[in-house]
């Protein structure tokens, strides 16, 4: 998938970024506030309003509970509730919503790279 592999280059220009910035004694107090609060925001990417399909207040595409006992945690619960069903009627939906999530992902990881590269 061109979308991970972009990601990818995006976390790693960020991991750059960052150790630069931090060598070089550009990150402060001053501006540590900023960049935590684009952290942060960096899981709300995988956050989908449809949610999933075995309950819609189960908003996140990164991890869920499981819908059997509600105790262990499903890693891409999308995928795993449909391989739990043995189905492929949803995937199409599925891989657009993940596409769209790592999209975000990575446009927020690029916002965070540029900001250390301009400190």
Same mark, same amino acid.
């Given at each position: 998938m061109q979308a991970?592999?972009?990601?990818?280059?995006?976390? &790693?220009?960020?991991?750059?970024?960052?150790? &630069?910035?931090?060598? @070089?004694?550009?990150?402060? =107090? =001053?501006n540590a506030p900023?960049?935590?609060?684009?952290?942060?925001?960096? /899981? =709300?990417?995988?956050? %989908?309003? =449809?949610?999933?399909?075995?309950?819609?207040?189960?908003?996140?595409?990164?991890?869920s509970p499981d819908?059997? @006992?509600?105790?262990?945690?499903?890693?891409?619960?999308?995928?795993?509730?449909?391989?739990?069903?043995?189905? &492929?009627?949803?995937?199409? %939906?599925? %891989? @657009?919503?993940?596409?769209?999530?790592?999209?975000?992902?990575? /446009?927020?990881?690029?916002?965070?790279?540029?900001?250390?590269?301009?400190?």
């Amino acid at each position: 998938m061109q979308a991970v592999a972009e990601l990818k280059q995006s976390a &790693t220009a960020y991991q750059q970024a960052l150790a &630069t910035a931090l060598q @070089s004694g550009k990150l402060n =107090k =001053k501006n540590a506030p900023e960049l935590n609060k684009m952290l942060l925001a960096l /899981e =709300k990417s995988f956050i %989908d309003a =449809k949610g999933m399909a075995y309950g819609n207040w189960y908003r996140s595409l990164y991890a869920s509970p499981d819908p059997y @006992s509600g105790y262990a945690s499903w890693m891409l619960p999308g995928y795993q509730y449909e391989a739990s069903l043995k189905s &492929t009627a949803n995937l199409p %939906d599925l %891989d @657009s919503r993940y596409l769209a999530a790592i999209r975000s992902l990575n /446009e927020k990881v690029l916002a965070l790279e540029k900001k250390l590269a301009e400190k």
